[in-house]
């Protein structure tokens, strides 16, 4: 069976979070292991799965799994748990990604998130990422503007 067709949950494939265009451009095969493909199936689970079926809006992740040469080119740590398949970065078409952020933290189990890049003025400026580590999530919230991290807070119940 190909790439494409391998489901890790209902909506997500595998290809989906291991695409990536730099990869592909520089010539990085970023593939995982069977122990990296089994984190990304518990993240799909427990964080894709749900957002999808909430906001019942299909989407596909701009970043899942990055092998260590993918994460080195485009300059994120080698401490990053994309590497392990444990984290993923993605926006909701149609959805502010500070409401996606604050649904998240109000409804989902995780380990970090991140809302990178938001801008106020534009609702659908930047990113969000999140992780998920089975056992031991630590419900870390932050918000990123590529200099510094601040904490997020719970400032409404979103929809």
């Not at 089994?38 to 749900?50: A, G």
């Not at 926006?91 to 500070?98: A, Q, R």
């Not at 630590?138 to 918000?143: E, I, S, T, Y």
Request: with cysteine; net charge negative.
């Amino acid at each position: 069976m190909g790439i494409s067709k391998v489901r890790l949950s209902d909506h997500f494939t595998l290809r989906e979070l291991t695409k990536s265009q730099i990869a592909e451009r520089k010539d990085i095969l970023n593939t995982c292991s069977d122990i990296e493909k089994s984190y990304l199936q518990v993240i799909c689970n427990e964080i894709l799965e749900p957002v999808r079926n909430h906001y019942g809006v299909p989407f596909s992740p701009s970043s899942g799994y990055r092998c260590l040469a993918l994460n080195r080119e485009i300059g994120s740590a080698d401490t990053s748990q994309h590497i392990l398949g444990q984290a993923v970065d993605f926006e909701v078409p149609g959805v502010s990604n500070m409401d996606l952020a604050q649904w998240i933290m109000a409804n989902l189990e995780y380990d970090q998130l991140l809302l990178e890049f938001y801008r106020e003025e534009d609702p659908h400026s930047g990113w969000v990422h999140c992780s998920y580590v089975e056992n031991r999530n630590r419900k870390k919230a932050l918000r990123f503007d590529g200099k510094v991290f601040q904490s997020l807070t719970l400032s409404f119940q979103p929809s």
